[in-house]
């Protein structure tokens, strides 16, 4: 009988798929233990908008119908967020698969998809998945920028005629890195008109540095610019999937014609429009972010521990060793962190900020596992 693997394409037969968290019912399985702290998957500890499960319980007896294949509430209740029109709007299943969109919309087999070094795993998975070439270009040594930080000009400085999409994170995961206004804004003004940028934005809401840039007030200004946002972050809906690119009109036209039907569905769309509005549940859940921030970077200082200055709702901190039995010590104490040395950090591990119980949890646990 033939192998399968023979009939896939050359590209996929390479793959090494993406990695997420492990789940909490994976490891009480796994383990039989309960009372699990997961930090592992940069979810909002507090959950979603009240606002949203209402619209969550509101729509489950229209379930039997298909969802509004062109999201009109949803896209409406954007527009008016954001000051855009919905027709500058691509919905997705999550913003991983605009992110994928973009990539199957304007990626040719062998033409280059650039990114930084220790960038979403993602990006060079969409590339190879779909026959690009993904270039990962070194990310700043802490010597002229940012340690572990994008590099734009090394990252312009690969741009070539092969070239036709970039990806770059703002802020970065899993680094917790940004791009100040300024640097992203160079690196737009050079790119070719013929080569598209996207920039990530996941974890845009958590931010609060005054140099950090919204790209969507640019896009008038590059025709070539996609920007994605999430759901599954500071709304609380990851188990949802719900995500969106916002580009030129002519842009989100060609991504609309290659994303499925229906690829967004009712519930997830309603949630969505409806936590938009609840501007209550964001402040509190970005203030919880940043008084737990502040614990776990003292925390760190206090026990020695390096970590890398994060504007996400994550952070990432070297362990001085091989991470990957600190990892499963603290799977043992019912702790799930990310272990990172898939995007080439080893002897790191990132770490969501929780609540104030969940982030003493964590660091109790952490404590016994390095004997501190």
């Known amino acids: 009988m033939i192998n399968p693997e023979q009939l896939a394409a050359s590209a996929v037969r390479k793959l090494t798929p993406y990695q997420p968290g492990k789940p909490i019912t994976e490891l009480e399985r796994e383990l039989g233990i309960s009372n699990i702290v997961k930090l592992a998957s940069n979810e909002n500890p507090l959950g979603p908008s009240p606002k949203a499960l209402e619209a969550i319980q509101s729509g489950l007896g229209a379930l039997h119908l298909y969802p509004d294949g062109g999201g009109f509430d949803l896209k409406a209740a954007l527009a008016g967020k954001l000051g855009i029109e919905p027709g500058q709007i691509t919905l997705g299943n999550g913003s991983s698969e605009v992110l994928e969109l973009a990539v199957r919309t304007f990626v040719e087999p062998g033409q280059k998809v650039i990114f930084s070094e220790y960038c979403f795993a993602i990006y060079p998975i969409l590339a190879q998945a779909n026959g690009a070439k993904g270039v990962a270009v070194s990310a700043h040594d802490g010597t002229k920028g940012p ?179 600190v990892y499963q010590a603290l799977l043992l104490q019912g702790v799930i962190v990310r272990p990172i040395a898939n995007y080439g950090l080893p002897d790191h591990l990132r770490v969501t900020v929780g609540t104030d119980i969940e982030n003493r949890l964590f660091l109790e646990a952490l404590d016994r596992v390095l004997g501190l």
């Open 147 to 325: 340690h572990y930080g994008h590099d734009v000009k090394a990252m312009a400085e690969k741009v070539d005629s092969q070239t036709r999409l970039v990806f770059i994170a703002n802020p970065n995961n899993p680094t917790g890195t940004y791009l100040k206004k300024q640097e992203l804004l160079w690196f737009l003004q050079g790119v070719p008109e013929d080569v598209i940028v996207v920039v990530d934005e996941a974890y845009c809401e958590y931010v609060s540095v005054p140099d950090y840039p919204n790209a969507l007030e640019w896009l008038v200004d590059f025709p070539n610019l996609i920007v994605t946002r999430t759901f599954s972050k500071v709304y609380g809906l990851a188990g949802l999937r719900a995500g969106y690119a916002v580009s030129s009109p002519e842009i989100a036209d060609l991504m609309n014609r290659v994303r499925p039907p229906f690829n967004v569905n009712s519930l997830a769309m309603a949630a969505a429009a409806a936590a938009l509005s609840d501007r209550e549940h964001i402040e509190r859940s970005v203030r919880l972010n940043n008084e737990g921030m502040q614990i776990l970077c003292d925390a760190f200082s206090v026990r020695g521990l390096p970590f890398i200055p994060s504007v996400g709702n994550f952070i990432t901190f070297d362990v001085g060793r091989n991470a990957l039995p």
